[in-house]
């Protein structure tokens, strides 16, 4: 087995590997939750809840209509952004005007029914769902063994990222997006339906959260508490990235993924609370986060 | 009807509730309506949204369970260290939450609840998933046997005016005039010479201490100190019992408290069990969409529209 100054590469790598697909969906997560905190100025507390219902939804898709990985990844973020623009237009929409705490609550309700509701159909014990044909079976590296699902997530969801980033930050509808960001009066001034872009926003980013589910769904075990516990890390890592910029969510995602997956390697037992241990350090160095524009 | 007259109310009624109900059934509701009050003494008066309240109910039923159990402390004394535990993590945690604001208020403070659980988790003397089982009520100062659901009642209920004392006192008094000066206008109070966040710290530290008053009783009247108690579950539970209450009332949270329990409770002996989750949130909706007042809150604009 391959050994550098008495570290056993093979295992440092695969959990370089496993922190990469974390990150891929945390970079995901969050990138959702900063689009619709941009516009919105809310945080949606159903991100993970719907991000489980995605994982749902394709599993429902193949065990009862047979409707197959590659159709599900198209359909199963479209569905999800269709609730999330249900949420927003007869949910969100009537308190706009309140405090957004109330808007964190009505979220934080909506995703208690939607994870009571899946735990009281499917129990908690969790599902699987088959990887594709397609990408079975693996490469063998020089220092790892990649299986090609895990390849593919990381490589979709960066492309989905970096595509998500590049239409915001250099397309025109990206400019109505981070002009209603900074003054939405105005840009409403100027004839452009600024709601009708609210709540596609908010279809964008819950969808977003769909996409990553059906990705998951192969990878982790399809169960009512995946959402909220991958949730909860992700507000850390938001608090750490601060939501000023896209750019910033995707790579604190990414970076805080690796950082778990080397932590499980040098220190398994603080895998689990190292991101928040992180969000200390930042919080007492740089309040505003790493990404963070405020003051 | 005025502050006062309510609260004499309060006490007769606690004084008989132990003859009417089961007592254990009301000494859940008043260690629920505590831990309430404590919370919304940070959300209804300062306006900060903890969303990890429940590390402080956890640390304070954690710290008086392993004191009960390890170090055979009397209960008075039990409780006293596990509510200093839950006031010092709440000075580090409160020192931390306070430097952001709003919707990053919440989720700092429910991050750092998270690490407490997975703390407990890990740490050996919690007994991970089982939690502590067998925590002994002992004798208070000695004397009083604890183990009779009577004397318990009355201790408990006495611990619950104490720390809706301490709340109410905090809110009446000068500072609390400041907290709620930051609430309305944060700016305003700093021009004023206001240290804001000191303040705010203040008031995290005074209500954790509560929270943690609230659990390390609850784990005296159970025998019991678990991971549920530090779970985020458990955050949202107090945020709703406050909500659905009344948030910034001060008999709102015991209301909210005993509502949620008399649900959850209802609910468990029942075919319904299953639905609580769905339940609970079905509640937070409504109670955003329609019911942004509370239970108190809608009970004083009726009692001033109609009576005064």
Redesign the interface.
């Known amino acids: 087995m391959a050994t550098f100054l008495g570290i056993n590469l093979f295992g440092l790598f695969g959990q370089l590997l496993v922190g990469l697909i974390n990150g891929s969906f945390y970079a995901l997560l969050s990138l959702g939750l900063a689009i619709i905190?941009g516009l919105l100025k809310?945080?949606n507390f159903a991100q993970g809840a719907l991000y489980m219902l995605g994982a749902f939804f394709a599993w429902m898709a193949l065990n009862y209509m047979g409707i197959n990985y590659w159709a599900a990844l198209l359909f199963v973020p479209l569905a999800v952004g269709f609730i999330g623009i249900l949420m927003e237009r007869f949910?969100l929409r009537?308190?706009a005007n309140?405090d957004?705490?109330?808007?964190?609550?009505?979220t934080?309700?909506?995703?208690?029914?939607?994870?009571?509701?899946f735990?009281?159909l499917y129990g908690s014990s969790g599902l699987s769902y088959a990887i594709p044909e397609e990408l079975k079976g693996g490469n063998r590296l020089p220092f790892m063994y990649l299986p090609n699902y895990r390849a593919w997530i990381i490589v979709a969801s960066i492309i989905v990222c970096a595509g998500t980033w590049y239409m915001i930050e250099k397309t025109k509808l990206g400019a109505y997006l981070r002009a209603g960001t900074e003054n939405p009066q105005l840009m409403q001034a100027f004839g452009i339906n600024v709601p009708l872009i609210v709540t596609l926003t908010f279809g964008f980013g819950v969808g977003l959260a769909g996409f990553a589910g059906v990705m998951a769904a192969p990878v982790y075990s399809v169960s009512p508490d995946m959402g909220?516990n991958m949730l909860?890390?992700v507000?850390?890592i938001?608090?750490i990235g601060g939501m000023g910029s896209i750019g910033g969510a995707i790579l604190t995602g990414l970076g805080m993924g690796v950082v778990e997956g080397l932590t499980k390697y040098f220190y398994p037992?603080a895998s689990?609370?190292v991101i928040?241990?992180v969000?200390?350090i930042v919080?007492?160095t740089k309040?505003a986060g790493l990404f963070g524009k405020e003051a | 009807m005025t502050i006062n007259k309510s609260a004499v109310a309060l006490v007769a009624l606690g004084l008989v509730a132990p003859f009417i109900l089961y007592p254990v059934f009301v000494m859940k509701v008043l260690c629920f309506a505590l831990f309430a009050c404590a919370f919304n003494l940070l959300l209804g008066y300062v306006g900060l949204?903890s969303f990890g309240h429940a590390a402080f109910l956890g640390t304070g039923g954690y710290i008086t369970g392993y004191m009960m159990m390890e170090a055979g402390l009397t209960p008075e004394l039990g409780i006293l260290c596990g509510t200093a535990a839950a006031a010092t993590l709440g000075a580090v945690y409160g020192k931390?939450a306070v430097?952001?604001e709003?919707?990053?208020f919440?989720?700092?403070t429910?991050?750092?609840s998270?690490?407490a659980f997975?703390?407990y988790?890990?740490a050996p003397f919690t007994g991970g998933e089982d939690g502590m089982q067998g925590v002994p009520r002992g004798h208070l100062f000695g004397l009083i046997d604890l183990s009779d659901n009577m004397n318990m009642y009355y201790f408990v209920f006495a611990i619950f005016l104490f720390g809706f004392w301490v709340v109410n006192r905090t809110i009446h008094s000068p500072f609390g005039q400041i907290l709620k000066a930051i609430r309305e206008n944060e700016p305003r109070a700093i021009s004023l010479g206001y240290n804001v966040n000191d303040y705010k710290w203040a008031a995290f530290v005074i209500s954790s201490a509560l929270a943690g008053l609230a659990g390390s009783t609850k784990t005296l009247v159970f025998q019991l100190a678990s991971l549920t108690d530090a779970h985020?579950h458990m955050s949202?539970e107090v945020?709703l019992m406050t909500?659905l209450g009344g948030m910034g009332t001060i008999f709102g949270p015991i209301v909210g408290a005993g509502a949620v329990v008399t649900i959850q409770n209802y609910l468990s002996g029942g075919e319904l069990g299953?639905?609580?989750?769905?339940?609970?949130?079905?509640?937070?909706?409504v109670?955003?969409?329609a019911f942004?007042s509370g239970i108190v809150g809608e009970f004083n604009k009726f009692m001033k529209k109609n009576f005064s």
């Open positions: 905190f809310i945080i949910l009537p308190i309140e957004h705490l109330y808007s964190l609550l009505l934080f309700g909506l995703a208690l029914i939607l994870q009571g509701a735990t009281h909220s909860i890390v507000f850390a938001v608090v037992e689990t609370t928040f241990a969000m200390v919080l007492l309040p | 949204l931390l430097k952001r709003g919707i990053y919440a989720m700092v429910l991050a750092l998270q690490l997975f703390v988790l890990q985020w949202g945020v909500l299953n639905y609580i989750h769905i339940i609970m949130g079905l509640i937070f909706v109670c955003v969409l942004r």
